[in-house]
């Protein structure tokens, strides 16, 4: 670790512990080129790094955020107050050790926290594209991250990483770019959206398209948002982001400030309260359209599609080394899900470590403190990262 990554070869662009937070302009010369046939040009791309970019700039880790996410994973979000996202996960010390890596997190295209998406300023009217805005994938997503890098001049990845849609881009990483990735770690993710996972979807979509002030997406040129169809969007969601022995050892059938049934159609139960809290905290970062916008890039997700269905010709004679996790209790992205992804890269002849985890908490586990995913990831990049510095000696 020392020989590949020594303080003497450290640049000068480095980051203090809150990270640089940058948005810039691409496409202006070259319009990026959607799967759906559309351009998109110019844009603006969000981003944060932290930590020192080496001298060769082989020390590069690009995170992932998933669906809801942003480029705020550590540090405190301008946008929410809070600190960010996994800090449990990024920073001096830590699994993704800044103290190594210099680490990039990208807002997606299509999202709401500085990227260009449906709530942002249509250049041909003035006013936000709403539902002109085009749709998009999770491959249009990666591809915009590939000009932002290429803007900032960085060639190679060490690594990829991310859970849920995070982990949808890490392989999208891997197979667009295999020249680029040298190491791909897909936590609590898929390789395609399951007929079930689609119909969650919908539902939330639905939700917000049912709501009196979505104004066909136009709600941005009208006083009221359409909170309430966002609200029960995010509620939807977060059942399927919890396993059913995690909510019953948090909530069981308690009640919420009360020790009798009211019998009406407040919330009796904690398990309604917080999910209530959920959707209500939810709407005050969050932008409707672009939930539309994403939910349904996920949903068109599927590596298999372009080779015939077949997951294993999507990983034909890569180099990238993989690593996937999965949670036991993640009903969302299953194990079986994983399992059939490294089978798949095994069949392509492809480097691949695999850990299913115990833990009851459901597919937010990746989010959550845990030793031995932290102890996966960390040892995951210690390895190649010995293997690197031997190739270099």
């Not at 010390?93 to 990208?106: A, L, M, N, Q």
């Not at 990483?173 to 898929?190: L, S």
């Not at 480097?351 to 990746?366: C, E, L, T």
């Amino acid at each position: 670790m020392i020989m590949l990554f020594s303080m003497d070869e450290k640049t000068d662009a480095e980051t203090d512990d809150d990270g640089l937070a940058e948005v810039v302009t691409l496409g202006r010369d070259n319009p990026l080129r959607l799967d759906s046939g559309k351009v998109i040009g110019p844009f603006e791309v969000a981003y944060k790094c932290w930590g020192k970019l080496n001298r060769d700039r082989s020390n590069v880790i690009l995170v992932c955020h998933a669906l809801t996410g942003d480029h705020y994973v550590r540090g405190i979000n301008p946008i929410t107050g809070k600190r960010g996202w996994w800090e449990n996960m990024v920073g001096g010390g830590k699994p993704v050790d800044t103290d190594i890596y210099y680490v990039i997190c990208i807002n997606v295209l299509g999202s709401c926290a500085g990227t260009t998406g449906p709530a942002s300023p249509n250049p041909e009217t003035g006013k936000a594209y709403g539902l002109d805005f085009p749709v998009i994938t999770i491959g249009d997503m990666v591809r915009t991250q590939a000009m932002l890098l290429d803007h900032l001049g960085i060639e190679t990845l060490f690594s990829v990483i991310g859970g849920s849609m995070g982990g949808m881009q890490a392989l999208q990483w891997a197979v667009d770019y295999p020249d680029r990735v040298r190491t791909a770690i897909a936590i609590a993710t898929t390789w395609r959206h399951s007929a079930q996972n689609i119909a969650f979807h919908e539902v939330g979509r639905q939700a917000i398209m049912a709501d009196a002030n979505w104004n066909h997406g136009r709600y941005l040129d009208h006083k009221e948002r359409p909170h309430a169809g966002l609200a029960v969007a995010r509620m939807a969601a977060h059942i399927t982001y919890m396993s059913e022995s995690g909510l019953t050892s948090r909530f069981g059938r308690s009640l919420q400030d009360r020790d009798r049934l009211a019998f009406g159609f407040d919330a009796d139960f904690q398990i309604e309260s917080y999910l209530r809290h959920q959707g209500i905290s939810f709407v005050d970062r969050f932008d409707a359209n672009s939930y539309l916008y994403i939910t349904r890039a996920m949903d068109y997700y599927d590596l298999s599609a372009p080779h015939d269905g077949v997951l294993a010709k999507a990983f034909q004679g890569t180099k990238t080394r993989f690593c996937v996790v999965s949670f036991t209790s993640d009903w969302l992205y299953t194990t079986d899900e994983s399992r059939h992804m490294v089978r798949s890269l095994n069949a392509a002849s492809a480097r691949v470590s695999f850990a299913d985890i115990d833990m009851d908490k459901g597919h937010d586990s990746f989010l959550l403190e845990g030793g031995e995913m932290d102890g996966v990831v960390r040892g995951f990049l210690n390895s190649e990262a010995d293997v690197m510095a031997e190739e270099l000696s």
